[in-house]
């Protein structure tokens, strides 16, 4: 005997009659879970190209096909496009002149067009130059600078690039345009962030350190103005370096230093928060650099090392103040020139520091070592150092 369904109620008949009635067209095969279903129990489904694909039961249909209103077809989850106004088929998407806005990267509807590109909603907002997460990259839209001035790539240099997360107080447009006129339009861009109140991200060209030093220098009060970093429970800092740069024993010299929990106080310090969702550590060994480049890491590491081409230190609190950016930027960069000779029993806090007290390193991350002589992890050995231990506490300190 075979089975077909009325109303969902099945019915019994000899294969011989099943096979009559479908050449009749009285019932067919849902497309989904192949069960017989008399052909008014059945709803047309569409494909990505709006053609129809077949047929489905009312079981399948919602749990794996979507109405398009605008359309009036069901399709497929996956032949949809989330929209800003809603999710959508992809032939509706198509044939209804759906673009993409230059401001934040949403999907949009035809009447939701203003000018140039943008969306009415960032029209209205005016979020300027702040563009979509992830909706361009630095190194492309930038390109590279180099310590000598020029801004060709080369494949071995070390370049450092910052992602700062703020939040804003006031006019999200005009705060970005203050920063950008600072730091310099050639150098930023800026970006939304889904996990920011109100801010952007300000994203940096890949550069030569002494270069990210010079531009940070300019990040005063004025253009920072209605920012906040420090003192928040959503930004961090993020310092990016050129894997190409790295060796693989160099980066397990450094994966190991920083999760090592013997260092926790010490890098807790330098990065000014502890342990976090988005910066985890645990602990490492030399042999995980292998994994650089793939999945098997998270994302979300102290030290992020999934990038194709940059390895991620995630671990900083933000800041605002341009002393604190510096010192992470050569905190990052003291690391990688200590782990590029030390043995595998020194990658811990004091030999780390031992190192760093030497007379060049010390001059070479000054800022660096000026931070740490405030905190107490190294003794003062100039003016500037006995003056940092003396500064007030302020936002980003």
């Given at each position: 005997m075979s089975t077909y369904f009325v109303g969902g109620e099945p019915r019994e008949v000899s294969a011989e009659t099943l096979d009559l009635m479908v050449e009749r067209g009285e019932i067919a095969a849902c497309s989904q879970t192949g069960d017989y279903y008399v052909v008014d129990d059945l709803t047309l489904i569409h494909g990505a190209n709006g053609r129809e694909c077949g047929a489905v039961c009312a079981r399948a249909l919602g749990?794996?096909?979507?109405?398009?209103?605008?359309?009036?077809?069901?399709?497929?989850?996956?032949?949809?496009?989330?929209?800003?106004?809603?999710?959508?088929?992809?032939?509706?998407?198509?044939?209804?002149?759906?673009?993409?806005?230059?401001?934040?990267?949403?999907?949009?509807?035809?009447?939701?067009?203003?000018?140039?590109?943008?969306?009415?909603?960032?029209?209205?907002?005016?979020?300027?130059?702040?563009?979509?997460?992830?909706?361009?990259?630095?190194?492309?839209?930038?390109?590279?600078?180099?310590?000598?001035?020029?801004?060709?790539?080369?494949?071995?240099?070390?370049?450092?690039?910052?992602?700062?997360?703020?939040e804003c107080s006031g006019h999200l447009a005009e705060s970005a345009e203050r920063v950008r006129d600072a730091l310099g339009a050639e150098r930023v861009i800026f970006q939304d962030d889904g996990s920011l109140s109100h801010g952007y991200e300000i994203i940096t060209a890949p550069m030569a350190l002494s270069v990210q030093r010079e531009m940070w220098v300019q990040f005063g009060n004025r253009c920072s103005r209605g920012l906040t970093s420090h003192n928040t429970s959503t930004c961090g800092i993020h310092v990016h370096v050129s894997a190409s740069a790295v060796s693989a024993?160099?980066?397990?010299?450094?994966?190991?230093?920083?999760?090592?929990?013997?260092?926790?106080?010490?890098?807790?310090?330098?990065?000014?928060?502890?342990?976090?969702?988005?910066?985890?550590?645990?602990?490492?060994?030399?042999?995980?650099?292998?994994?650089?480049?793939s999945v098997e890491t998270s994302h979300y590491d102290a030290v992020n090392i999934q990038g194709e081409h940059t390895i991620e230190f995630r671990l900083f609190k933000g800041n605002t103040r341009p002393d604190r950016i510096i010192k992470n930027l050569e905190f990052v960069?003291?690391?990688?020139?200590?782990?590029?000779?030390?043995?595998?029993?020194?990658?811990?806090?004091?030999?780390?520091?031992?190192?760093?007290?030497?007379?060049?390193?010390?001059?070479?991350?000054?800022?660096?070592?000026?931070?740490?002589?405030?905190?107490?992890?190294?003794?003062?050995?100039?003016?500037?150092?006995?003056?940092?231990?003396?500064?007030?506490?302020?936002?980003?300190?």
């Open positions: 749990a794996h096909y979507f109405y398009c209103e605008g359309a009036d077809i069901w399709t497929h989850h996956e032949n949809t496009v989330q929209t800003r106004e809603g999710r959508v088929s992809m032939a509706y998407y198509r044939d209804a002149d759906f673009f993409t806005c230059d401001a934040c990267g949403n999907d949009c509807g035809p009447d939701d067009y203003a000018e140039d590109g943008i969306c009415t909603s960032c029209y209205e907002n005016d979020r300027g130059i702040i563009r979509g997460y992830h909706n361009e990259r630095a190194e492309e839209t930038l390109g590279f600078f180099n310590a000598d001035g020029t801004n060709d790539y080369r494949r071995k240099a070390l370049y450092f690039g910052v992602e700062l997360e703020v024993l160099q980066l397990g010299r450094v994966l190991v230093l920083i999760n090592d929990p013997r260092n926790k106080s010490f890098i807790e310090c330098v990065a000014q928060r502890g342990n976090g969702e988005y910066a985890r550590k645990g602990k490492k060994r030399l042999s995980d650099a292998r994994h650089r480049g960069a003291a690391v990688l020139d200590y782990c590029a000779t030390a043995g595998a029993s020194e990658l811990l806090t004091a030999p780390f520091l031992a190192w760093l007290a030497r007379p060049d390193n010390r001059k070479s991350y000054s800022t660096l070592y000026a931070f740490l002589c405030e905190k107490g992890y190294a003794t003062p050995y100039n003016k500037a150092c006995k003056d940092a231990r003396s500064q007030p506490i302020t936002e980003g300190n």
